[in-house]
């Protein structure tokens, strides 16, 4: 058989159905063919007002068939649903099916149905929640009421009957590769599927985004439309169905099928097994409709309506691959209180206030509850997903299948202190290092950022003799006290006790807010340091990130870091790259971000990315600074350096290698660089944007001449695209900066989605200054269908 019999459908002209309205039912109407797959549907007007439906069934369709069709219509009619279906006519005959003959000679069935009015799910956008909650629901009443229902002509072997999906997977040749090979796991979650503990029944079969009729006001379900697909089967198919529509078009396809179900969950509760199977079906149907949209492109190259739910479709299922293994299941049984691990997110929120330090703060005012992380995105238990755009930890993506295996093989094997020999210490040791500019030769692994400026605090007083440290205004180097007493982000912040006297701080070279701006704005800032330099018995170090992440992403003109490092030296002093934020790649064109200023340090510090999350940092320095501080007393550290660190590490450095993170960096970040001054062409708040590769900053100001901060801006417009579904935060001493630095698998797709959620909210709320145009979720989370 093949997927559908189309050779069959019928052909009968606006004209003919014209005569058949009106020999068979009386009535002289004009008629407009409506789009079908199987069937001819014409719709008959009086004038501007849609009164019919006449129904012209495929020459194969079984008369046993149509008769269950009327049947049922009758049933609903007389149940209590919510809902308004068609009204079946009788022919002047008194028949309600009556038998047509075409011009070829072939006999057709005629029936009339009444129009209801609505409008089409697909050409509503976007879909509130509330309007998808009402999808599930109005299908669960449509469900229940079903359970009353039967007829012989429902027991069939039906291609679109999830059940049989496998009638589809026939047509798999004709996709081509790479898509057929994605659809593969999708498939195979198919076969494995256990049918037994689903409920069965005669159910409706085809909740498509073109048979479900909403309001006029777009909130409410009215009707299915079309009982053609009606068959006996598991009950939930009917659900599956509706989600692999509802999902077409949505960014966040996975929150609008929980919406879905948490709508049909309350009227019809779902079973354990009914949440499991859910996701598998609604994916194979995806899959059927593809494969059976490829046998019918063949079939009748022309008919464009079968095309129409392929394009998307298959856009959905990419995205749906995407998605990491188990989460969509993970994300219904949550809806349906499956989950047993689930805490609310108030009492979680109540826990952290009783039993946490107080001084732990936490993210946005809403605080989001987050329990899964896949490559740049992160999803809360509620299902959203959110494109994360400042997790510079989750480097290579957040749970890389890579590094994970690497960790879960080494911790099964060995996880011990660094008194033993070991390949991964040595292989990681000699592969980090030459990644380094001589002398950088010589390695010592710790398990913080802190934990490497602390040591390389030690290591440049010891080689130095000296204690007096240098610094750049609103730098952040670490939590110890040591670290706070170098971090005038901590020491000039809220709680902090002032600049100690050990330490200078230099201004920041900033060279959009800063005292110098012009061309020779390097040697400007330079000369601070180097007058400091001169002015201080004792120096130990310049500590300095090599582009400022806490003082708001700056970035230092050209040649800055070389020459201060030279006068550090000249006056005795050791200079220190902190590279805790901004090290592995991160920079595109570089792989340490002080080799973007032509620059040497004595000392480089590294954290955060450089085992995607696994606690980890690293210090590397010179031969000659590693011998100073071998003074006989020993440096050990309990973990750093553990087989199982160095296992994460050196696959952090294997996967950005062998998939060109670094240049994935510079390519995309010139791109959304390139996005963010075309947007702040258009809107006065950006005074400035900056970058080098993913590390960038927008830089809010409410005047451009006189470049007032506009922190306040700043914060909400993180707060909207929290609310967008994009993570984002601010930084800088005016907290007027955003700062982006996503995992280094952004691409350019979350370029353009970052892109446009900006641009949306500024021009909202450059609009809402004016009047009262605001953005919703949901006009930012539905894509527009073809
Ligand atoms: N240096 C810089 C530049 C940092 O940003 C941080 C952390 N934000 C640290 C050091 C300290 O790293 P950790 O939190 O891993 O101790």
Redesign the pocket.
């Known amino acids: 058989m093949t997927a559908a019999n189309l050779t069959h459908a019928p052909r009968f002209s606006a004209a003919d159905a014209q005569r058949l309205a009106q020999d068979f039912y009386g009535l002289s109407l004009a008629a407009e063919p409506l789009p079908s797959e199987r069937d001819q549907n014409f719709l008959l007007r009086d004038g501007a007002a849609a009164r019919f439906v006449l129904k012209i069934a495929n020459r194969d369709e079984a008369l046993e068939f149509l008769d269950l069709q009327n049947k049922l219509l009758r049933f609903l009619a007389g149940r209590d649903t919510g809902l308004e279906f068609p009204r079946l006519i009788a022919a002047r005959s008194g028949l309600e099916i009556m038998p047509v003959s075409a011009a070829d000679g072939s006999a057709h069935f005629v029936r009339l149905l009444t129009w209801v009015e609505g409008v089409c799910l697909a050409d509503i956008a976007p879909h509130s929640q509330e309007l998808l909650r009402s999808l599930g629901a109005a299908l669960a009443r449509l469900d229940n009421a079903l359970a009353g229902f039967t007829h012989p002509a429902a027991q069939r072997v039906f291609h679109w009957d999830l059940r049989h999906a496998s009638m589809a997977w026939q047509q798999l040749d004709l996709l081509p590769e790479p898509r057929r090979r994605m659809l593969q796991p999708f498939l195979d979650a198919w076969g494995e599927l256990d049918w037994s503990p689903l409920p069965s029944g005669v159910i409706y079969n085809d909740a498509n985004d073109y048979n479900v009729l909403v309001d006029a006001a777009g909130t409410r379900v009215v009707s299915f439309l079309d009982l053609g697909d009606v068959v006996h089967s598991a009950v939930i198919g009917d659900l599956a169905i509706a989600l692999a529509y509802a999902m077409l078009g949505k960014r966040d396809p996975i929150a609008a099928a929980a919406d879905v179900v948490a709508g049909y969950h309350q009227i019809r509760p779902l079973s354990e097994a009914e949440t499991d199977a859910l996701y598998t079906l609604a994916a194979a149907r995806l899959c059927a409709s593809v494969c059976h949209a490829a046998d019918q492109a063949r079939q009748a190259p022309h008919n464009s309506y079968l095309n129409i739910s392929n394009q998307p479709a298959w856009a959905l299922l990419e995205k749906l691959a995407d998605f990491p293994a188990g989460w969509p299941r993970e994300v219904f049984r949550r809806t349906c209180g499956y989950s047993c691990d689930a805490r609310s997110s108030a009492s979680l929120a109540e826990s952290r206030r009783r039993v946490l330090g107080p001084s732990l703060s936490i993210s946005y005012s809403r605080p989001l509850h987050i329990i899964r992380g896949w490559r740049q995105h992160l999803y809360d238990a509620g299902g959203r997903a959110y494109l994360d755009c400042v997790n510079n930890v989750a480097h290579v993506g957040h749970c890389h299948p890579r590094v994970n295996a690497a960790i879960a093989r080494q911790m099964d094997l060995l996880n011990t202190n660094t008194r033993y020999l070991h390949e991964h210490l040595a292989e990681y040791a000699e592969r980090l290092t030459a990644t380094l500019p001589e002398p950088l030769r010589v390695v010592f692994l710790v398990c913080?950022?802190?934990?490497?400026?602390e040591l390389a605090l030690r290591l440049a007083r010891a080689h130095t003799k000296g204690d007096k440290l240098l610094v750049l205004d609103a730098?952040?180097?670490?939590?110890t006290s040591a670290?706070v007493d170098i971090s005038p982000y901590k020491f000039n912040g809220p709680g902090g006790r002032g600049k100690p006297a050990h330490v200078e701080v230099m201004p920041l070279p900033d060279i959009y807010r800063g005292p110098y701006r012009g061309a020779d704005a390097a040697a400007r800032y330079a000369a601070h340091v180097a007058g400091a330099a001169r002015q201080t018995a004792g120096l130990a170090a310049f500590f300095a990130?090599s582009a400022s992440?806490?003082g708001g992403q700056v970035f230092f003109p050209r040649g800055y870091l070389a020459e201060a490092f030279a006068a550090v030296r000249a006056a005795g002093g050791v200079c220190v790259a902190?590279?805790?934020?901004?090290g592995f790649g991160r920079a595109g064109s570089h792989f340490w971000m002080f080799e973007t200023q032509g620059a040497v340090p004595d000392i480089v510090?590294m954290?955060?990315p450089i085992a995607n999350g696994h606690?980890m940092?690293a210090v590397v320095t010179t031969r000659e600074i590693a011998d100073s501080f071998a003074n006989g007393m020993e440096y050990f550290n309990t973990f750093g350096g553990n087989p199982v660190s160095c296992a994460a590490g050196l696959s952090v450095l294997d996967v950005i290698r062998d998939e060109g993170l670094q240049e994935h960096a510079r390519v995309t970040g010139d791109y959304l660089l390139a996005g963010l001054r075309e947007l702040s062409a258009r809107h006065e708040l950006i005074g400035d944007v900056r970058g080098c590769g993913l590390f960038l900053g927008i830089e809010l100001v409410r005047d451009r001449e006189t470049r007032e901060p506009a922190g306040q801006e700043a914060s909400r417009l993180v707060d909207r695209m929290k609310d967008l579904g994009v993570l984002l935060s601010t930084d800088g001493p005016h907290h007027n900066v955003i700062k982006i630095k996503p995992p280094l698998v952004f691409g350019q797709a979350d370029a353009d989605l970052l892109l446009e959620g900006l641009g949306s909210v500024l021009a909202g709320q450059a609009a809402q200054d004016s009047s009262s145009v605001s953005l919703t979720l949901q006009d930012f989370r539905s894509e527009p269908r073809q």
């Open positions: 913080s950022g802190s934990e490497a400026n730098a952040y180097h670490g939590n670290l990130e992440g806490c902190d590279e805790v934020q901004t510090t954290g955060k606690p940092g």
